[in-house]
């Protein structure tokens, strides 16, 4: 291709000729045309970014190919945070606790407006919060502070693939994780409140245990105090002995009270039978000249012996525990010691007006 110089500007000689080798750079590129080294070099252009053959156009088959690999990246971010979002929300469980990524700029909606927002997610899902440049404005002319001001919620299935690409960077992910972090140090008791709850629960027990040991060492049962003190000892070594000597003792309890009074054993001698027969002997059995409350708290009382004694025959060492099945803790058996022995005081005590 040759140029027609004649509309060439009018320039000194020195300048002419530096424009003409550029317009015949230009025309060497345009036409595919073998680029002059020399040209090239005194031109000053950097050799990185031209070939020194042949320098092509980019073609329709180029744009198409590149748009393609766009495309099947693009389709592959929506299913990879879906996931994302599904594993949070088995990680977090029943945990009621929210976070959020930072703040991104995600797209323009206007010369001057855009939209920014950041990744928004709770035990149930994984979504988008926005806000646009718009609606601080509308805010800001009512008067709303910022710290009030809402963000709208946006489904990732119907949220833009540029903002999709935007809050999936390692930089957004990391900062949601990190938030749902400093939510949980939040949620987090500190150890030593742990430790005051434990010496306070200890320290209830132990009022229990002092008042059952002084009714019972009244009594001058040295069996039943015996009975008593094993399954105290063994809460934490043998949760599941410890149950069922505090069963055995209830039984014993009302057996020593029933032969106190000179009353007759019950047929059945399983704790059911023992606590109904022990109630009726002291006059608690519920009546209709008992009040309501009295009647719950009676009744209360032969469900716990009850609960007690089918706890003993499910957990309890003396029918042995299936493979596998839930064993229960020392905690477990100090609950259950702690009650049997605030009822057996109970039934002593009352007992004394009937001896």
């Not at 025309?27 to 020194?52: I, Q, R, S």
């Not at 005051?196 to 008042?211: A, G, R």
């Not at 105290?232 to 106190?260: G, H, M, W």
């Not at 525990?321 to 049997?340: C, K, M, T, V, W």
């Amino acid at each position: 291709m040759n140029c027609d110089w004649s509309y060439a500007p009018k320039l000194p000689v020195h300048a002419f000729i530096k424009y003409k080798e550029i317009i015949n750079f230009l025309l060497g590129l345009y036409t595919e045309k073998t680029v002059d080294p020399f040209l090239l070099k005194k031109l000053n252009l950097c050799a990185g970014k031209f070939t020194w053959g042949i320098i092509k156009m980019p073609t329709i088959d180029d744009i198409r190919s590149r748009v393609l690999a766009i495309k099947s990246k693009r389709d592959k971010i929506y299913p990879k945070l879906q996931e994302f979002g599904v594993v949070i929300k088995e990680t977090l469980q029943d945990v009621s606790i929210s976070g959020h990524s930072k703040e991104k700029h995600l797209g323009m909606i206007g010369p001057d407006d855009w939209v920014y927002g950041y990744l928004f997610c709770n035990s149930e899902k994984l979504a988008i919060a926005y806000r646009s440049t718009y609606m601080d404005i509308e805010d800001s002319l009512e008067h709303i502070p910022v710290d009030w001001r809402t963000y709208s919620i946006q489904e990732l299935s119907s949220a833009p693939i540029e903002w999709l690409e935007s809050l999936s960077s390692e930089e957004s992910l990391n900062s949601l994780l990190e938030d749902l972090a400093s939510q949980l140090d939040d949620m987090e008791l500190p150890a030593n409140n742990y430790t005051v709850i434990d010496k306070m629960l200890n320290s209830e027990s132990n009022l229990i245990f002092k008042h059952t040991t002084k009714v019972l060492q009244e009594t001058d049962d040295h069996n039943l105090y015996g009975s008593w003190l094993k399954a105290r000892n063994c809460i934490q070594t043998d949760p599941a002995d410890s149950i069922t000597r505090t069963c055995s003792y209830l039984e014993a309890v009302c057996k020593k009270i029933l032969s106190d009074l000179e009353q007759p054993q019950p047929v059945r001698r399983d704790i059911s039978s023992l606590i109904a027969e022990t109630m009726k002997v002291l006059n608690l059995s519920p009546d209709e000249q008992v009040n309501d409350d009295l009647k719950r708290l009676l009744g209360n009382v032969k469900g716990i012996f009850s609960a007690i004694g089918s706890l003993r025959t499910h957990f309890g060492s003396a029918h042995g525990a299936a493979p596998g099945s839930y064993e229960l803790n020392g905690d477990h058996a100090r609950l259950l010691n702690d009650i049997g022995g605030a009822l057996s005081g109970f039934l002593f005590t009352l007992s004394k007006g009937k001896t």
